[in-house]
């Protein structure tokens, strides 16, 4: 059968999805109007009556059920098809959408092929019971097999809508249907609770980018096959996307059965996968959530199982990991300070701390080490510990990085103006791995000291082995750079890294720190000195100057001279101070 190009009436209050639907339909000859509400919908109907109507239910105001009951209260305007529109994640109540006259449904995202044949199939129909009312009796049989042919498609467009094509499992908008199922059934009491596992694939992307995405694809198709063996009949497994999938399992009150589903899971992932000849080896990550009367909305539940995978992977994946609710305040904590950091730069919240490095042949102050501080106007001072990991997550160390060395070499010079110290001490500022990927590190340095007016030799820039051993050729030819406007040049943390004398011996490197791990071992016996005598010996060698980190003790202070180290920091001779503190320090000229 024919179907004439017909006009269309498309309500949605949304532009895009106004545009998205134009765009369709109008491509296939249809005519098409739009309305952005209830009331301009019913004026748009009344002045030309349309052939179809695509109707949104979630609109402001008067909603799709409000505009299809009016509609269906006109006689003249009864027989209109409306086919409303859904989002998946929306309460949709087929019940009522049907009962207030809408003949059918599409949830969104719309995809182009069911948007098209839903709405061809409403208006063959339409125009089929047109033709019914003029053939009547001639016609019956036509009509009854375009229903049926209507149903199989309409079962089949279902099929598709909640399925993966995948592996043929569930997909997630079925997935989260069934747990708000599951949710209405235990809180009316007709059912047990239940839980809901999250797993994740770890590394599956290396099987991936090494092997191809049929290969990868082939290994998601027998996952699914392997873990729905091991399911019990009513449990429901489904694939969320990428390489999650996720599982319902019904009638548990207790943990201990989800902890033996969990570890079988784990069992059946730990041995090898055939695929294409090709012995594949893959590990699963699991998140563990039961269900309590507290939980209202499935992306609740599904939420905290992803929060306890993530846990799972953090400590060492091939794992599960029990959701705790302890887990979801450290999540809204971390979002917090996260957002609290973003404007921390802005409001300028992120401070210098200078701490004082001494030379431990003559006790005094031979330079200073500038450490970043967060004065939080609510949380007050937060520990580096807890932004510094946080900032280099978010891409924004490189930014602190170099707020720091631009406030650390003007505050040297002010006190070099003002006689507090002389060009013989020197500032030391860190360098994240991630400032060494930056293009123009070399030139943001020059312009800070040109733009502070600090001689360069009085900054030394610290960096970890694993800054360098990440980027060895940028390190090598930066360091290079740097020593040729003599800055000076140390390594943080030695001993604890890739500790590799070649490295150590290639780059321009002219100061080794002593990690405070080892000194904080010293206790004024020969037993613990460790790798200290070794570290000392080596900056010996490489004519490097060695200076001890977290020196806290007198025995440990009276160790290191006897070593020979030249020198040391640590809140023995002092914490990081702010700037004023440190200025009062320096003008009573310590010695220790």
């Known amino acids: 059968m024919d179907t004439p190009k017909a006009d269309i009436l498309v309500v949605d209050d949304k532009p895009e999805n106004l545009h998205l639907l134009s765009e369709i339909l109008m491509l296939e000859g249809y005519n098409v109007r739009k309305a952005v509400n209830g009331k301009m919908a019913l004026m748009a109907v009344k002045t030309v009556q349309p052939d179809l109507i695509l109707l949104d239910i979630m609109m402001p105001g008067m909603d799709g059920y409000q505009v299809c009951k009016e509609l269906k209260n006109n006689q003249t305007l009864a027989k209109v098809p409306v086919i409303f529109l859904s989002a998946l994640n929306d309460v949709f109540d087929k019940v009522k959408a049907f009962g207030a006259g809408g003949v059918d449904y599409i949830t969104k995202p719309f995809q182009m092929e069911e948007v098209l044949v839903r709405v061809q199939n409403h208006l063959m129909l339409k125009e089929a019971e047109k033709k019914i009312l003029e053939l009547n009796t001639e016609l019956e049989a036509r009509v009854k097999e375009r229903t049926q042919q209507l149903q199989i498609a309409n079962y089949k467009l279902l099929e598709m809508a909640l399925h993966d094509p995948l592996t043929k499992l569930p997909n997630r908008a079925l997935f989260m249907d069934k747990i708000s199922l599951v949710i209405k059934s235990v809180k009316e009491g007709n059912n047990h609770g239940f839980a809901v596992l999250f797993m994740d694939c770890d590394r599956f992307k290396v099987v991936n980018d090494s092997l191809g995405h049929t290969v990868g694809d082939e290994l998601l198709i027998a996952i699914g096959d392997r873990i729905q063996k091991i399911l019990k009949n009513n449990d429901l497994l489904s694939r969320l996307g990428g390489d999650e999938f996720a599982i319902i399992v019904h009638d548990v009150n207790e943990i201990e059965p989800v902890r033996n589903l969990a570890n079988s899971i784990l069992e059946v992932m730990s041995c090898p996968f055939q695929i294409y000849s090709r012995e594949i080896f893959i590990n699963m990550s699991i998140g563990v959530v039961l269900s309590n009367s507290n939980y209202e909305q499935p992306e609740h539940l599904l939420r905290d199982a992803d929060t306890a995978m993530y846990r799972a992977k953090a400590l060492g994946r091939g794992q599960y990991h029990i959701f705790d609710p302890a887990m979801h305040k450290e999540a809204l904590d971390l979002l917090g300070l996260e957002t609290d950091l973003r404007r921390a730069i802005e409001n300028q919240e992120l401070i210098p ?17 500038a450490l970043v501080r967060w004065q939080h106007p609510q949380r007050g001072l937060v520990p580096p510990g807890m932004f510094i990991p946080l900032a280099e997550e978010m891409g924004i160390i490189t930014t602190i990085g170099t707020l720091m060395l631009v406030e650390a070499c003007h505050q040297l010079k002010n006190w070099q103006e003002q006689k507090l110290v002389d060009e013989s001490v020197s500032m030391s500022v860190n360098l994240s791995v991630r400032q060494f990927t930056q293009a123009d590190l070399i030139a943001t340095v020059d312009d800070i000291l040109a733009e502070s007016g600090l001689n360069p030799k009085c900054l030394r820039l610290e960096m970890t082995e694993s800054a360098i051993v990440e980027n060895t050729q940028t390190a090598r030819t930066i360091l290079t750079q740097f020593r040729d406007r003599h800055i000076g ?100 000229n310590p010695q220790w």
Not at 353 to 369: C, H, R
Not at 515 to 537: M, Q, R, Y
Not at 564 to 572: A, L, T, W
């Open 353 to 369: 701390y200078y701490q004082p490095i001494i030379n431990l042949e003559t006790g005094k102050i031979s330079s200073m080490e």
């Open 489 to 588: 040049l140390s390594l943080d943390d030695f001993g604890t890294g890739y500790s590799s004398l070649s490295y150590l011996h290639a780059f321009p490197v002219d100061t080794i720190k002593i990690d405070k791990s080892f000194v904080s071992l010293l206790d004024g016996t020969p037993e613990n000195l460790g790798l200290i005598p070794a570290i000392i010996g080596i900056s010996k060698t490489l004519n490097m100057v060695a200076v001890a980190e977290g020196i806290e003790t007198a025995e440990q202070l009276a160790q290191l001279r006897e070593l020979e180290c030249n020198s040391g920091q640590g809140y023995f001779f002092s914490r990081p101070l702010p700037a004023t503190q440190m200025a009062e320090l320096l003008a009573s």
